[in-house]
């Protein structure tokens, strides 16, 4: 049996932009619920892709940190008046 290395998530550089773009205008409860469909969603295409659960968390937790980083560095050059 072949092991399946997927391109890592935290690498998606337009999967990460189309999740902060949306996170950017939804808030609260209301991204929460987006954040938890959208990473079900992605989850589920993991297991079909054969992906076992600890490199499904290792994925969604770099994913995570992408996102969070993004989402910082935007508002950094809001708040700065650089974009």
């Known amino acids: 049996m072949a092991d399946l290395i997927p391109f890592p998530l935290h690498s998606r550089t337009r999967l990460i932009r189309s999740m ?4 950017k205008v939804v808030h609260g409860p209301a991204a929460n619920l987006f954040w938890r469909e959208r990473i079900a969603g992605i989850v589920a295409e993991l297991r079909r892709s054969g992906l ?11 994913l995570q940190d992408a996102v969070q980083a993004e989402l ?8 700065d008046g650089t974009a």
């Open 72 to 79: 910082q560095g935007s508002y950094m050059c809001q708040r």
């Open 52 to 62: 076992g659960d600890d490199a499904i968390r290792t994925e969604i937790l770099g």
């Open 20 to 23: 902060v773009n949306d996170l």
